[in-house]
């Protein structure tokens, strides 16, 4: 697969060229999607990760990622009661007074049937599929060498970070085969939802929940039309869409964990008119300090401020070696332009924020992952938005709730302590600067005032190189003397002779030899003298 699609250096050099396989000729992108369907549930879910990556992957490999299921055959039914049994180390029946035998959904990691409670509650049983735990350990044991053996061999994959992708699929798919995890999610955020009338959760039952089993409430709804609100009947659609953008910027801004999965095929309409997020087994995670900047990013592109919206992702980003800073900044304020001239029924914020994130993988800006999977997480908001109100304004949404949003969030984090914490500090400030000062003043009045500083000596430096070069030049001299002696002696010339040689040719060769001597004994008393200078340490005062 890593051949077929753009890499089959890599595969001959990871030893995985026995694997490519010949198939008919399709799009590229619904071919990828094919193959990591084929491959099995770790492979989807990569899928499903890189559907986030717009700073990786084109938009046409996006549309063709986000769609992908998984083709799983469905676990027996009497697996599926031996593993509630050995989860919840109980009788079934004990728990549930009935199961059915019928699974509502069947996926690559577990599957979904309807229950009831001996209380008469109607629940979802997720149970998780036997031995998959350890089938994902292998594939992801593949996967992490196919990307090292990529970034080993390709600049652009070190550029995408194909091995911190890697990883975080592994984080993801530990979290989602532990459904302890996702019953968690359920409970915070159904505090979260708590002053929301219009969009809740499943209640969950940690009681009755594991590893590998989750029960929460049954929901009775229906899917959100294809055809907008025309099909929505008496629900009112536009409260709908803005309460659900009002509570997505209210769980990314303040709370920091967000539904990151809100395709519409995870979201119901109850008969009351409420919405009902499902699948909580992928949930965002937004840090302190990305949240003002992600705050200060929505604000500029609802005021269509280009530079602000490329100074804010760069504040948020680091740089390749060949990063294009300048291309960057022109780019966002075209995309910007571009973006408030569409009509309303067309605007999406996600898209853009997509665009954002692509245009800073193109020239070398490395944004932070948790921006380009809220991206994809907003994109799927689009489309649910424009199936609830087809004419909803985001830009108008954003200037409508992030004010009251952030204020919240200030009146949260204004706490006593950190007054108190505040005061402490500025109480050590005020007290002791002035003495401070008054001690570093009088010190340079006096004359007094000393700075201790291990650096090279400039002077002795010029020094050494002085001798330096004076040893070259001697060594050049004697080389010449002892090259011209030696051509002397080889020619027949006239004149006085010592030792049966020409005398001037002697004379030659004993400078040479007395020069050398000396610079020999010149070299060995300087490089002692410089090797006890070496063991004393260095100081100036200046």
């Known amino acids: 697969m890593v051949a077929r699609h753009g890499g089959k250096f890599v595969a001959e050099k990871a030893h995985l060229d026995s694997w490519v396989t010949s198939e008919e000729d399709k799009a590229e992108s619904e071919a990828l999607a094919d193959d990591l369907e084929r491959l099995g549930p770790t492979f989807v879910k990569l899928g499903q990760l890189l559907s986030t990556r717009a700073d990786f992957l084109s938009e046409d490999y996006l549309r063709a990622l986000e769609r992908l299921q998984d083709q799983v055959e469905k676990v027996p039914f009497e697996d599926v009661m031996e593993r509630i049994r050995e989860e919840l180390d109980a009788p079934v029946d004990s728990i549930y007074a009935h199961i059915e035998p019928e699974p509502l959904a069947a996926a690559s990691l577990g599957q979904v049937h309807r229950a009831r409670l001996h209380n008469g509650q109607e629940v979802i049983i997720k149970v998780q599929r036997p031995h998959i735990e350890e089938r994902v350990e292998r594939e992801l044991k593949v996967l992490a060498e196919v990307s090292e053996a990529m970034e080993k061999h390709s600049k652009r994959a070190q550029r995408y970070r194909l091995v911190e992708i890697v990883e975080e699929l592994s984080r993801s798919l530990k979290r989602e085969l532990d459904y302890r995890m996702e019953e968690k999610n359920l409970s915070k955020m159904a505090e979260q939802l708590e002053e929301s009338e219009l969009i809740f959760v499943p209640r969950s039952y940690p009681q009755y929940t594991s590893k590998g089993v989750l029960t929460m409430d049954f929901v009775d709804g229906t899917k959100l039309p294809t055809e907008g609100a025309a099909k929505l009947g008496s629900v009112n659609g536009i409260l709908l869409a803005d309460e659900l953008f009002r509570v997505y910027l209210t769980q990314v ?221 001697m060594s050049l001299i004697i080389g010449a003397l002892i090259l011209g002696a030696s051509l002397m002696m080889s020619a027949d010339v006239s004149g006085p002779r010592l030792l049966g040689f020409p005398l001037f040719s002697m004379i030659c060769f004993l400078l040479a030899a007395g020069g050398g001597v000396s610079m020999i004994w010149s070299i060995y008393r300087q490089d002692r003298r410089s090797g006890k200078e070496l063991n004393q340490p260095l100081q100036a005062n200046r």
């Open 253 to 473: 801004l303040y709370e920091g964990t967000y539904h990151a999965d809100p395709h519409p095929g995870n979201v119901l309409i109850t008969p009351e008119g409420r919405l009902c997020l499902l699948d909580l087994g992928m949930v965002g995670n937004m840090p302190g300090s990305l949240q003002i900047i992600l705050a200060r990013l929505l604000i500029a592109i609802a005021e269509e401020d280009g530079d602000a919206a490329a100074e804010t992702a760069l504040d948020a980003s680091g740089r390749a070696e060949d990063a294009d800073e300048s291309k960057f900044r022109r780019e966002i304020g075209d995309l910007l332009a571009s973006y408030h001239r569409q009509p309303l029924g067309e605007m999406q914020a996600g898209r853009l924020i997509l665009q954002i994130t692509e245009s800073a993988g193109e020239n070398g800006i490395l944004i932070p992952y948790e921006l380009t999977m809220l991206a994809k997480t907003l994109m799927n908001l689009d489309q649910i938005g424009a199936r609830l109100d087809p004419h909803f304004d985001p830009s108008a949404a954003l200037r409508r709730h992030t004010a009251p949003i952030l204020q919240k969030r200030l009146t949260r984090d204004f706490t006593p302590k950190l007054l108190l914490d505040g005061y402490l500090e500025t109480r050590t400030l005020v007290k002791d600067g002035p003495r401070l000062a008054n001690n570093i003043l009088r010190d340079l009045e006096r004359g007094t005032f000393k700075v201790r500083v291990d650096a090279v000596d400039e002077r002795e430096l010029l020094v050494s190189f002085q001798k330096i070069a004076n040893r070259i030049g």
